[in-house]
């Protein structure tokens, strides 16, 4: 028999009783309602797009190639925002609006409502500094092997994605990999191998499913034959935030300095040390250079070929 809903601000459709048992253990999938709010319909993305600031979105565009690697970054053109999704439609690119919460308060009701309802489920820690993203993605677009640093869900709301979710640990995780995305923000070069997938646990998202997996966990997607919207959601807590400090010090040690971190503690002297070393580095102009060396904007769309991407002349070093 199914239980009664137990999520009162209508956020799930469905809150087995379980999942508090699972939550952040193992993989997860479970059926939300998000996708049915008018904020999520074309129109009103359309809207959202057509006055997104620019340092909160990311277009990447992966190319006509099939290596897994070859993708860049871009620019909108100024396109509004429905001409924005037809290109997306017709093209080979997924537009990130990060940071929705922020950029309308709408959005960020919505996600407050969310975590209040995930909150009420599950024990643990208090979850803050909650972020919500929403992904516009071509048919068949991937988004390529990483990981993120906060806890994540993704809610899938138009089209269908598979979702392939990896160990957290090594061979799949190396320390090293996940100090470099903490202190430079580049996810994309994480080592893969095609026989990853033979570990890894596959979902399949269809409008209404939300998932959700341990923290750190590499993964990645790839659409179906059909434009694709999904909201990503991320939190911290305490611990994941201990844990970020260790691992932006141990990529400053290793890049700045030279030395091979041997401990990743987040409690004692040698955390502490850490987290004062992060706090003065992390945001030095010599991060500043190297984050924006890993990161060019390559490119801006067409508006008189929807679908199609006008090359920018790189920028001189
Ligand atoms: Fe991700």
């Not at 399949?204 to 919207?229: C, F, K, S, T, Y």
């Not at 409690?267 to 190297?290: D, N």
Request: proline content about 8%; some cysteine; aromatic content about 10%.
């Amino acid at each position: 028999m199914t239980p009664p809903l137990p999520v009162e601000n209508g956020v799930f459709e469905d809150w087995p009783a379980h999942l508090a048992e699972v939550w952040g253990r193992v993989p997860t999938r479970t059926r939300h309602r998000l996708h049915t709010q008018p904020l999520m319909s074309m129109a009103a993305l359309a809207d959202l797009i057509d006055a997104y600031p620019r340092r909160h979105y990311s277009l990447i565009h992966m190319g006509a190639r099939q290596e897994r690697r070859f993708w860049r970054e871009g620019d909108l053109g100024g396109l509004k925002g429905a001409d924005v999704i037809a290109c997306i439609a017709e093209g080979r690119m997924w537009l990130n609006l990060r940071r929705v919460d922020e950029v309308d308060g709408r959005y960020g009701d919505m996600l407050h409502g969310a975590y209040d309802a995930i909150a009420a489920q599950v024990p643990g820690e208090p979850m803050f500094n909650t972020s919500m993203g929403i992904l516009i993605s071509s048919p068949h677009a991937q988004v390529y092997y990483h990981c993120d640093l906060p806890g994540q869900a993704l809610w899938q709301v138009h089209g269908r994605k598979r979702l392939f979710i990896y160990p957290n640990r090594a061979p799949f995780l190396t320390p090293e990999s996940l100090e470099d995305i903490a202190l430079f923000g580049v996810e994309v070069d994480m080592p893969f191998e095609a026989w990853f997938d033979d570990y890894a646990t596959v979902v399949e998202l269809e409008p209404g499913d939300m998932a959700h997996w341990p923290l750190n966990a590499p993964h990645r997607v790839e659409n179906q034959g059909m434009l694709n919207v999904s909201i990503t959601s991320e939190h911290w807590s305490a611990s994941i935030a201990r844990g970020h400090r260790v691992n932006v010090a141990n990529a400053l040690l290793r890049h700045r300095f030279g030395l091979t971190p041997r401990s990743r503690a987040t409690a004692g002297p040698a955390y502490w040390t850490k987290a004062a070393l992060q706090a003065a580095l992390r945001r030095s102009s010599w991060v500043t250079r190297q984050r924006a060396a890993r990161r060019p904007v390559e490119f801006r769309l067409d508006p008189a070929k929807p679908g199609r991407i006008a090359d920018l002349q790189p920028a001189l070093p």
